[in-house]
């Protein structure tokens, strides 16, 4: 229930679509009944509207008034006195119920804005690899687009990509910021960032609900199975993940490091395409060489 209405206030569009539906079924059961019970599906229409509607004032005040005037006329032997009631009170419900999606939505903003301030505090550890995760949610929410992924998916994308790497604070800085190759062991320490993230953040329950955790635990799976920390094969890994993964090889690639200069955008896109099927998805990897090629047009 809870993702449910995750979703829906997600994409507010939803929510117009509802109240079209409410203020359609009200004029037809009036306009074909005299029983006057069923004026609550106004109410519930404006309520629909306000959330529907927040960020379009205009809209709001033109429907609340269109709701009121098809109220007062189905309203037998009705005083030309109630219409202004009508407006005041449905004007009343809709501005309550626009305040609560105004309230959501900023409460998201702050969410995201806490996420972005914690993915610039990790980033921040090594110079080379700043606005990594900026950069990875930037590209992973451009593919998931290309994929016509829904829009919540694509917030989902967007808060995973930049929390991918999170567990990387629990990495010593001398392995973390080495300028050489590292040792096998060295490596295998590296390796343990997903599950350090996992860890880290596996408490907040919305973040397990909604498959950010996934995200975190499993970007660095591979589609042939020859990943870590789970060695998960094809669909076993969560889509976003593959997504994730695909945008953290194209940042990762593209960034100057300490022991190499960064690769341009074509040669990035051609070892991408080598390992389609092998390291990645190929469905990601068409999404992703679709969006890049439309970009460079």
Not at 186 to 209: A, Q, R
Request: proline share 3%.
């Amino acid at each position: 229930m809870v993702d449910f209405l995750e979703k829906w206030f997600s994409d507010y569009k939803h929510f117009r679509y509802v109240f079209f539906i409410f203020l359609s079924l009200s004029v037809l059961i009036s306009f074909f009944s005299d029983n006057d019970n069923f004026f609550i599906l106004y109410n519930v229409s404006v309520i629909f509207l306000g959330l529907g509607f927040y960020n379009k004032p205009v809209y709001l005040v033109v429907f609340t008034i269109v709701v009121s005037g098809c109220r007062f006329y189905f309203v037998p032997h009705a005083e030309e006195s109630i219409l202004f009631i009508f407006i005041v009170s449905y004007f009343v419900i809709t501005c309550i119920s626009t305040g609560l999606m105004i309230h959501i939505q900023k409460v998201k903003e702050k969410s995201l804005d806490l996420v972005t301030t914690l993915a610039k505090a990790l980033d921040s550890r090594d110079p080379y690899t700043y606005n990594h995760s900026e950069n990875v949610s930037k590209y992973a929410v451009q593919i998931a687009e290309r994929m016509n992924l829904p829009k919540n998916e694509c917030s989902i994308v967007r808060t995973g990509g930049l929390l991918h790497d999170i567990g990387k604070i629990g990495i010593p800085e001398n392995i973390l910021t080495k300028p050489g190759k590292l040792t096998e062991e060295e490596y295998n320490v590296i390796k343990t960032h997903p599950t350090i993230g996992y860890e880290m953040l596996k408490h907040i329950d919305h973040f397990k609900s909604d498959g950010t955790l996934d995200i975190v635990l499993y970007h660095h799976e591979r589609y042939d199975g020859k990943g870590y920390p789970a060695g998960l094969k094809g669909n076993e890994i969560p889509l976003l993940a593959r997504i994730v993964a695909v945008a953290d090889t194209i940042d990762a690639m593209m960034s100057r490091r300490v022991y190499r200069n960064g690769s341009d955008l074509e040669h990035t896109l051609k070892v991408i395409r080598q390992n389609r099927g092998t390291q990645f998805d190929p469905d990601v990897v068409d999404a992703c060489l679709s969006q890049f090629n439309n970009q460079e047009t």
